[in-house]
């Protein structure tokens, strides 16, 4: 099975920019591996905010964005706020097999 | 509007099985896939599998194979996750998911307690 990776943890400054990125063990991830981004804060149940790369759910503020950036899934954030504070998780399909990273744990601060 | 409710808790003992439920509203149950993901206290996200409640079809983690029964009961619009052999390891809150809305559906999350 395939091993996903993300940065355990980051620290943006409040109103700054940090990416976050997935990478596959298997190689350079693509649009074919589907990428999501969930976000979970302490205590609740995760919550999508990126789906098949790039795309935005409803609640989904500008702030964040995603796209494939040098081989990995990525996810942005322009314009950090403190309510953005969390764990962040990214999701990649193999064939209809799953894998989640690990989480990068963000610090707002 | 859609709602996932998952059953209670539950404590178990070392080799026994678990079954938790997940039942759906709101929505043409059959319509959509259920995805199951547990959660070490503390720890990360963990995708176990998922089911098309319409099929029957499957798709189990690796780590899961031969452990895992996912199935469902569509007159009840209820789906269920069925983990046997317990290990202290598998101690973890257990989610449902519907996987076609991408995943912006969740139940509210089963703690499962394995301890001697």
């Known amino acids: 099975q395939a091993v996903v990776t993300q940065e355990p943890s980051l620290?943006?400054?409040?109103?700054?920019t940090v990416t976050l990125t997935c990478g596959s063990s298997t190689g350079a991830v693509t649009s074919g591996h589907y990428p999501f981004w969930f976000q979970q804060r302490p205590g609740?149940?995760?919550?999508?905010?990126?789906?098949?790369?790039?795309?935005?759910?409803?609640?989904?503020?500008?702030?964040?964005?995603?796209s494939l950036l040098g081989g990995k899934?990525?996810?942005?954030?322009?314009?950090?706020?403190?309510?953005?504070?969390?764990?962040?998780?990214?999701?990649?399909?193999?064939?209809g097999v799953r894998v989640f990273g690990g989480g990068t744990k963000l610090t707002v601060l | 509007q859609v709602q996932l409710v998952q059953s209670g808790a539950e404590v178990k003992k070392p080799g026994a099985s678990v079954k938790v439920s997940?039942?759906?509203?709101?929505?043409?149950?059959?319509?959509?896939?259920?995805?199951w993901v547990r959660q070490a206290t503390g720890q990360g996200l963990e995708w176990m599998g998922w089911m098309n409640p319409n099929s029957g079809y499957t798709v189990y983690a690796?780590?899961?194979?031969?452990?895992?029964?996912?199935?469902?009961?569509?007159?009840?619009?209820?789906?269920y996750m069925e983990l046997s052999s317990l290990r202290s390891e598998d101690t973890?809150?257990?989610?449902?998911?519907?996987?076609?809305s991408y995943y912006r559906y969740w139940g509210q999350g089963t703690l499962v307690t394995v301890s001697s």
Not at chain 1, 11 to 16: E, L, N, Q
Not at chain 2, 22 to 35: E, H, L, M, R
Not at chain 2, 62 to 77: A, D, E, L
Request: aromatic residues 12%; proline residues 4%; glycine residues 8%.
């Open chain 1, 11 to 16: 620290t943006v400054s409040p109103g700054g």
């Open chain 1, 44 to 66: 609740q149940v995760p919550r999508t905010l990126i789906y098949d790369t790039s795309n935005k759910h409803s609640w989904t503020p500008a702030r964040f964005s995603g």
């Open chain 1, 73 to 95: 899934a990525a996810l942005t954030l322009s314009g950090a706020q403190p309510e953005d504070e969390a764990e962040y998780y990214c999701l990649l399909s193999y064939s």
């Open chain 2, 22 to 35: 997940c039942k759906a509203s709101g929505y043409t149950f059959t319509s959509s896939d259920i995805t």
């Open chain 2, 62 to 79: 690796q780590k899961f194979q031969g452990r895992v029964t996912m199935t469902t009961n569509t007159s009840i619009s209820t789906a």
């Open chain 2, 92 to 100: 973890a809150v257990y989610y449902c998911a519907r996987t076609g």
